[in-house]
């Protein structure tokens, strides 16, 4: 019989929890599926189940590991955690990425895989550039092809040779070449790229049974957040963890699946209940989240999908505001509009700018809401596209500084003495990576080992002398002189700015300067802020982009791609752009029946991710017509408004006044009341 309090030091009601909450936090005889609707309280489930785990169940936190896809989501999760169980109880406890405890476990077993502990990690933009170079081109949109269809055959546990004999274009054949010549690269260089962080792991306890047994041993209970959005690789790796004992949670959403172009399949849902015949399923149906009419417009919209899992959500937050639908005549009335909307809800509410989103399909759509935006004076803040500190120019840049503080770092090393080239070609740096390797060092110590002459000539072994010596001068004067002023002198002595315009056109190149210019200037005011030198400021600059943190604090309107928003939830939402051809996207027109169709359930669960981020009110918008090059095409609404089965069309008198008319009654409604004359 269950108690009615959780005894876990801070303790947890049971009245807490919903009676479905309770079953699959209670469930622990085996596998458990928890089939968790848009806003029903799977962190909560998961977090509460991680305290059961230790206070009742006999598991140490050592011996539980909680998985999620972002490090935002492991963040929120472990905080939560803190809340429910006292802080030594929790000590061991792993609550990391896919890709983290990937790391952690090729870290500790680099040795049966031929890697050296230190080895290092590729991020995309260092995969990027080393494929371009593999690909002989200078055309962006195919290496980023090229790029993709590697990660998608990492991912579904494809090698170079099974890619290349099953290759069914000449696309495909490109891809493959540069697969495995990609591959040898890294080999060489000691390095792991992001989806090779989950696939040398599955490979690694794939061939060795001794190390397999001693991580299941170790992790004793598996939480899976997100199942839904995982792919071939990473349900094996959760396969092996697991092994015959089975004891895992897995928590997801086949409604909210939408990342199959990155290698995400709702197969492995479908897998899960073949490989474990005793999977004991809880739905999770009673939303927290959204009011009445909201859900019933999701509901009525994610039926016209084929369901793996009937469910249907509730929520006991009464019926709310009804769901708006507005048409305009073009992309710039949709985004005035939405903005002076915004000015008048706001007012009428007495809401904060941070009530509210505008979530539409792609990036691109972000421009013309900003615009209008900085029209009305409202202040926003942007999602899911690039932080300044992500951009490469940047990232070749603090590459020098990674590389001044801590000259083990490699992946720094391959980044700093590429950018820009040094004269050092990539067949040097693979002789360079395979003697770092026999000799279990880091590149840059390899580069100062006299011993490197007997692997290279005295015309190849030049350059890399200079770069090494190059690099001990400034290290020398980083600890003795101004930062900011050393910053400067340091990008000037690179080169980087005629770099810069080699690689690319001449406004391309000054904006990217730019920026360049403008992060010297914010470090060296931020080293005399904190009387920091630059070593001290270069230990800390991997948190820099910690602003995108800081800027969810802010009282400002939220613009998110869809995917981005994810996750998240606003009390009001403003979803744009619902158009044919842009939600659903416009699909490939070569593509086989069965593959559109696949593609537009995807883009329906997107669609309903957006409708199900909004908490109290939700307006989804479209346009008549939308520019394209440099002329209109006439629009389509998306099929998915018809498929929200709405009980009403909510303005529809607004649709008989002119977007003239529209947006005049709506700033009359925000136009300041004149003062009443004072009597007599």
Partial sequence: MLESRLPLGLGVSLEDLNPAQRDAVFSLDGPCLVLAGAGSGKTRVITAKIAHLIGNAGYSAGQIAALTFTNKAAREMSERVSLLIDKSQARGLIVSTFHSLGVRILREEAKHLGLKPRFSILDASDSFTLLQELCASSNKKLVRKVGA???????????????????????????????????????????????????????????????????????????????????????????????SRAQFTAVGDDDQAIYAWRGATLDNLRQLTLDYPNLHVVKLEQNYRSSGRILAAANALIANNPKLYEKKLWSALGPGDAVAIQSSDDEEDEALS?????????????????????????????????????????????????????????????????????????????????????????????????????????????????????????????????????????????????AGALLADLVKAIGYEAFLFDQDDARSAQARWQNVLDFCEWFGKRAEEDQKNLLEMAQSVAILNMLDGREDSSDAVRLSTLHA???????????VGCEEGLLPHRPGESEAEDVLESRIEEERRLMYVGVTRAQRSLSISWCKKRKRARAYEERLASRFIAELALEVAPFAAAQTLSPGERLKGLRELLAPKPKPEAPG
């Fill in 149 to 243: 269809q590697i990660s998608l055959w990492k991912n579904a546990m494809v090698d170079a040779d099974a890619a290349n004999r099953d290759a069914a274009s000449e696309d495909e054949l490109l891809a493959a070449r540069v697969f495995r010549n990609y591959q040898a690269t890294l080999s060489a260089y000691q390095a792991l790229d992001f989806d090779d962080l989950i696939g040398r792991a599955v490979t690694l306890f794939a061939e060795h049974d001794e190390v397999l047994f001693r991580w299941q041993s170790r992790l004793r209970y598996i939480l899976i957040d997100e199942v839904q959005d995982t792919n071939a690789c990473q349900y094996q790796l959760l396969r092996q963890l697991v092994g």
């Fill in 338 to 482: 939405v903005a002076i909307r915004i000015s008048a809800h706001r007012f009428e509410r007495r809401a904060k700018f941070a009530d509210y989103a505008i979530l539409y399909r792609g990036n691109h759509q972000a421009r013309v809401f900003e615009e209008a935006l900085r029209r009305e004076k409202i202040p926003y803040i942007v999602s899911g596209g690039q932080s300044f500190f992500e951009r490469a120019e940047i990232r070749d840049v603090t590459a020098w500084l990674r590389l001044l503080c801590n000259s083990d770092d490699d992946p720094a090393f391959i980044r700093a003495i590429t950018a820009p080239r040094r004269g050092i070609g990539n067949a040097t740096l693979e002789t360079l990576g395979q003697y770092a390797n026999d000799r279990g060092v880091s590149l840059f110590a390899a580069a100062c080992e006299s011993a490197l002459a007997t692997k290279l000539d005295a015309r190849r072994l030049e350059p890399i002398n200079q770069f090494t010596a190059f690099i001990n001068r400034y290290e020398w004067r980083a600890a003795r002189e101004p």
């Fill in 565 to 575: 928003a994810k996750g998240l939830e606003f009390p009001h939402v403003f979803l």
